[in-house]
């Protein structure tokens, strides 16, 4: 008997188990359900507020028309252009062109320069505070000054030269 006992209160437990899970499903199906309803209220409540929005924008937009169209009416008196004020080429526009006023003020008038050698230069020389000298001067050998101009200093700058001591050196070494 108390195997039988002991296989009812098995027996009972399963069923009451397999009852909770049967249930559990049951409620779960249900709250996804609700959800789904929500989920689709939420939207419906979306685009209601969305249609809302676009009504308001178009009252006031015809708001604004009316009101613009009132005003213009009342205090301005615009027209919308007529074919008759259209201008049909260049000669109609010339037409309507008419010649100074003897108290215009005069036309603005742009200043030129006359045309410069390549001696001169249109920047004063830039002069060292320290010696008083032009910067663009180089000093020969033979104590004579002459400008450096554009060419000469790119002339220089694309060859590399060496020290004096370095072709001496070079030279030595050249002939030993």
Not at 40 to 56: D, S, Y
Not at 68 to 95: C, D, K, M, S
Not at 126 to 131: F, G, I, R
Request: glycine letters at 6%.
């Amino acid at each position: 008997m108390n195997l039988t006992r002991d296989r009812l209160h098995s027996i009972g437990w399963v069923a009451l188990l397999v009852t909770c899970a049967v249930l559990t499903l049951v409620l779960m199906v249900r709250v996804n359900a609700v959800k789904s309803e929500v989920q689709l209220a939420q939207r419906q409540i979306n685009a209601l507020k969305q249609e809302r929005l676009e009504l308001e924008t178009e009252f006031l937009t015809r708001a604004n028309q009316q009101q613009l169209r009132n005003l213009n009416a009342l205090e301005f008196g615009y027209q919308a252009p007529t074919a008759g004020q259209y201008i049909e080429g260049e000669r109609q526009l010339a037409a309507l062109g008419k010649g100074r006023s003897p108290d215009a003020p005069s036309p603005i008038r742009v200043a030129s320069a006359a045309a410069l050698s390549e001696d001169d230069s249109i920047f004063p020389a830039m002069v060292s505070p320290l010696t008083g000298r032009a910067m663009a001067a180089e000093v020969r050998d033979d104590g004579a000054r002459r400008v450096i101009k554009p060419a000469d200093l790119t002339d220089r700058l694309s060859k590399v030269e060496r020290p004096a001591a370095e072709k001496a050196s070079a030279r030595e070494a050249g002939r030993e």
